[in-house]
Structure formats: C-alpha cells, structure tokens
C-alpha cells in the first residue's frame, strides 16, 4: 500500500509536469519540487521500515556533491539554487524507482509513459486538424494565439514543437517495445497503430533534431536486437501505417509536408555551405555557451543564469535564453565540475542498461540526444523522465558500491528533508503566489495592492531578484501615476533594483532601470549604473545613448556625450535583437541620442529631432526650455516634459518656479453668491483664463470662465451643490494648460 501512495505521488507530479510544461512558472517549478522531495521521505521511510541498505555508486555520490555547492558559486544563487532543485528531483525520482520499485511498478510506470504519450499526441493532432479545417475557428485561434500550434507545427501542451517532438520520442520506442514483446494478435495490431500515430504526430511537429535522433536510434536498437528480423519487420509496418495516416486526407496534411521538405532541404543546404539564419543562431549559442566556460571553467555562471551571461560574452546580437543543447549549457552554467558530474551519472547508467533492453534502452537514449540539439533540458518533464528512464532500465547489480548507509540514515535524512520542505520550500511556493498575485495586479494598474502583495512575497523569499525587480516597477508606476511623493517612491524602487543587482550580478537590466530613475534626479550616478549595464551586455550599443544622455545632462561632460551618442546613432541590428531584450526600440534609442547632443551642443533642432521620434520624451522636451526663448514657449516645454514623465525632477522645479502665483485675497459667499478677490504673485502675463471650479465629494463641477487679466470673480453656486464644498481656481495659459492652481477654504452651501 505504501508503495502504491509513493508510485502514485510520481503518476500525479509527472503528469501535472505533462499538462503545465511551458506555462511553467515559479509556483508550478516549487509544487514539482516539493511534491518530488515529499516522495522521497516517502520513499526513506519505506526503506526504514524495511531495514533496507542504501547504496550509491561513485558517480552518483559526486552528481550531489556537485549539484549542492553548484550555488555557492552562483552569480544568482536563488535561480541557481532551483534549477539544482529540480535536479535533484530528477535524482530522486531516480532513486524511488531504482531502490523502490519492482519490476511490476516500473511497467506500471511505462504503461503511463506510454497513455501519456498517446494522450499528448492525441491533442497534438486535434490542434493540427481544427487549425487546418477550421482556421478562422474561436479554437484554431486560441491553439495558435497561445502557441499550442505554429504554423503548420503542432506543439500540444509543450508550446513548443520542438521539445514536443523530443518527448514524444520516449512513449514511441516505449509503444515499440510493448510491440516487441506482446503475444497476442490484438495487442500487436493495437500497439502497432498507437507507435504509427505517435510516430505521425513527430511528423506533424516537423522537429528536424528529432528526425536526425530517430536515424540514429533506430539502428542502435537493431544493433542491440538480438531478433533482427523481427524488430526489422515491426518498424517497416509502423513507418508504413504511419505514411498511411498521411494518406487519409492529403489536402489537410500536405502543408506539414511542404513544410517538413523545406526545412529539410535548408538543413541538407546549410551543410552544403549554404548559410541559414536559424542554424547559424544556434552555432552561436554554442560559441557563447565556450565563451562563458573559458571565463568561468570550473563551476561555471550558475544553473539558470544562461540568459543573462550570454549578454556578457555573446559574439553576435543573437538572444535566447537556453543555447538549445545540454552539453554546452552544463558546460556554460556549471563548469568543467557539473559537466563531469552530470555525463559521468549518465554514462555509467548507460554502460549498465545497454544489455538491458534494447528498446526501452533507446527510448531513454534517444530522449537524452534530442537534448543535445534543442532546449528540452529546460523541461522538468523531460529531465525528469531521463532520470527515471535510466532506473527502470538499468542493471543495479553492474554498479561499484562506493558508499553504503545504515537503515537509520534513512529515517534521519527523511527527518531533514521533511524539515527542509517545511522551512524552505512551502514557504517558497507561497511567495511564488504573493509574486504572481502582485503580477495579476499590476496588470490591472492597482499599483499600491500590488506592492502589498510583493512585500509579503519577499518577506517569505527575499532572494529572489524578480519580486524586488517587479516591487520597483510598482513604485516606479505609482510615482508615474501621481505627483505626490514622487521622490519618495522613485527612492524606493532605486532601493529594489540596488537589492535586485545585487542578487543577480549578470543581469545588464537592473543597473540600466537603476540608472534611469537617477537620471531623473540628475544624479551623476546615473552614469556609472549605465556603464555597469554595458559592461554585462557590450554587444548593445543601444545603451551608449543613455551614457550620452547621463554624461551631458548630470554631468556636462559634451565630449562623452557626443562621442557616445554617435556610437549609439550609428549602430544598426534587426528588429528581431530589439524585441529579444524587451525595453527598447530604435526610434528610442536615436531619440535618447539626439536628445543628448542637444544638451551637450545646446541646440533646439536635436531636441525637435528627439521628439519626432518618440513624443513621450521628457528630457527633450526639458532640452527645449533650455533652447526657447519665449516665455510661454518656455513654460509649456516643462509642462510638457512634466506630462510625458511626471519625476523629472527639474522640470518639476523649474515649472513650479516659473508659473504664475495665484492667492486667494479675501472670499464672500452670500445667497449662493460668492466673490472671490484674487492676487497674482508671480509671472501674472502668463495668465490667458482663470477656471474656477466647486469640489463637493467626489464631484468637481466647472462654474465659469474669465478672462487673464480679470482679478474680481464673482459667480453663483449650482443648485446641485447642497451640502459643503471647496472652491477650485485654475490659472490657465493659452495652450489650455493649467499652469497654477489654488483651492479656498471650505463653505457650507446652504449658508
């Protein structure tokens, strides 16, 4: 009974890794891992009760040594430390099966494999079928809006047909060996058509990588067969009834065929010399992933931290966040010390199950070489089902014990490992909820209700760079939104990014936001955050606008400024490089630029540039106070720069010093009358209109209009004023801005 709870804990965590793949976000990552390790102390338990000696090969033993120091080595050690989390699940699955588990529950397991297998192809060929009948359907729209279909190129719930097709690999050779072994005609006759449709639906998901892996593996399994004849005989009938499954509408189908001979035909190309955008962007991320190995041979950047250290030692503008092979991202992210670990663990259990098995051997091994062409490793799935392949296939008794463990340890280790659950990652997942709770919010635009709920996020797992990075746009947005206290909370986010940065020490994002909102504030630090964001990302030369805009602006240095605004003016990449990072355009960045030379050079004709190519340019538009020399042009300049970006905070000053002074003389309200004797302070030329306005609740009624130069206003209170109400005078120029504003005391309206 309690080995069927513990199988069954498995079935349920695999299969919600199987439904919720690319969607997969902190909260689902925390619920696998905890799942995972409850199934452990599960697992100790049971060997505890049994008396059971636990033991560990060399390589094993190493695999967690490494895995375990992996993130103090981390330049982000909470994103490090989860991906070795969801390792070590992969680990552990390893170890229930391997020292857990019958031979009666790994076929049980393999029988899931395969119902999973049928039941993702499945819903791969119905997202295929209702998009190619019925394209213009609410569905055909949904699949492919949400990534379950690309183009011709089914994805199911992976979202990505590649990796589909690489998962889809394992329930195949699976179908294929429980077609080897079965005895009865309908077992054959049945199993032979679920291999033919899921070999199909790898078809559908046109997967070059997984083409090439199947050439490979179908000839190690006849190597490996000792019956050659047979298994010969079976794939020629699977090939063929899957050709037939083809046949059964060529009109639907013969997009994906077109689809899958143009890309062969760009694969046989690129090996002939000819050059191809997409295989030449992943021969770059192989060469990025030995650039961060030579910088960092022994430990490497840290599991997870790919993305942000590829910036730094990238040799094109090319971005992905995984370099599409296991290989060179172990090698990258944990060094010479993880790769060791991690292939050593996986051949040692290949030299044990070769003579296993040769199917379900092929059926792990093919699933391993597929992630060595493509991202499939980012799959906890997939990492996950290479684990547990390995252990229903292996043969135990061909290891070398290099440390054996009493029964005893297994209770204490359970003991600790339920503690650590407890302590570490229950809080974690509830901080995940907090993170994705104050992200739902912030999509609603209720700003402060989302700054609560990353508070308690962090208050639960302060490490985590996201939620003090989302917590600083919060801020950023509610300074944005209201004038009030804007310092105040462009203070705070500048204190969210700092504590960001220092979490992830590779990421060129957060010292370029920290550098924005100094900026703001005209602070000279403000350049050395952006030279910190180019020094981890120098390929982006984007970033030397905003080094001219911080050297003229806070420091007036016009020789840096115009050196790096040229920079910046003369570089030139796909749109593709600009939508990969996600903050910038270039219409902004020649903006930033232009605006730059014109402070350095103090000409208006930058700042008009600057403003025709992005209207939301407040420090251009503060450059053109500088330039202008008419006073109402002047003011309406800052007004404007205050309107595109409320926290400049000298255009905030300098329009609060130069706008007229309005103040309230002396009041008389009488029979719903009321006299209002004004004095203008300051700058009273600017003045074209005076609006006066009643404020009573939450209701702002306009009363009347007069003129600039008028000082007496006499008006009448609307009789829908009944109870107490303020009085509202706006100063207004001749653009219908409202350049000064002054509210009298309170009255009683029916007075």
Known sequence: MFKKLILALVIINIGFLALYNSVFDLTGQFLFIIVAFLTFVFALVFLFRHKKTITFSLWEVLLI???????????????????????????????????????????????????????????????????AVFPKSSLAVYFASHSFVAGTRVASFFQYPNAF??????????????????????????????????????????SRGSYIVLLISIPIAFVLEKNKKKISLEFVLVFAISVLFYALNRKIFYSSFEANIERTKVLVKFFAGEPNRSL??????????????????????????????????????????????????????????GFIALFGFYYEKTVNSIKKNPLLFVSVIAVLLHTFLDLDFAYPLISSLIFIGFALIEDRGQDKKFLKLPPKTAFYTAVVLFA????????????????NGGNDLLAKNEYKKAVSSYLVSLKLLPVNAESHSQLAYAYEKIAYSSSEDCKFYIDKAISEYKSASSLNKLSFIYPFYEGNLYLLEKNPESLNCFKRSISLNPLWKPIYSDIALSAAYTKKDSKSAIKFAKEALSFNAPEEAYKSLRYTTPEEKDSTAYTALGFALSKQEF???????????????????????????????????????????????????????????????????????????????MIRKIKVFIITGNKKLVVKEFEGNVRVLEFSIPKEVSSKFRVKIEGIDKNGFAISAVISPEFEAGR
Do not use: W
């Open 607 to 685: 700042f008009d540039r600057a403003i025709s190519l992005d209207p939301n340019n407040g420090f251009a538009y503060l450059g053109e106070y500088f330039t202008e020399q008419d006073p109402v042009l002047k003011l309406e300049a800052l007004k404007k720069s205050i309107d595109a970006n409320k926290c400049i905070f000298q255009a905030r000053t300098l329009y609060f010093s130069k706008a007229p002074l309005l103040n309230v003389r002396n009041t008389r309200f009488r029979n719903r009358n009321m006299k209002v004797i004004l004095e203008v302070l300051r700058n009273a030329n």
């Open 165 to 206: 097709a690489g998962f889809l690999l394992m329930p195949f050779f699976v179908s294929m060996y429980f077609l080897h072994s079965a005895e009865k005609r309908r077992a054959k006759m049945l199993l032979t058509v679920i291999s033919a449709f899921i070999l199909f639906v790898i078809y559908l998901a046109s």
């Open 420 to 435: 650590f659950i407890v302590a570490v990652l229950v809080p974690g997942l509830a901080s995940s909820m907090y993170f």
């Open 280 to 337: 030449s962007d992943r021969i770059q991320l192989a060469k990025d992933a030995i650039m961060i190995f030579l910088h960092h041979p022994i430990f490497g950047t840290g599991l997870g931290t790919f993305k942000d250290a590829m910036l730094k030692y990238r040799v094109g503008l090319f971005f992905a966040r995984e370099p599409h092979s296991l290989p060179f991202r172990i090698l990258a992210e944990s060094g010479i010390s």
């Open 65 to 131: 040594l490494i895995l375990a120091v992996l993130p103090l080595f981390s330049y982000y050690r909470f994103i490090t430390f989860m991906n070795v989390c969801i390792l070590l699940s992969g680990v552990i699955l390893y170890f229930v099966f391997s020292k857990v588990f019958s031979v009666k529950e790994k076929r049980v397991f393999l029988i899931f494999i395969l119902l999973l297998g049928i039941f993702e192809a499945l819903c791969g060929f119905l997202e295929y079928f209702v998009c």
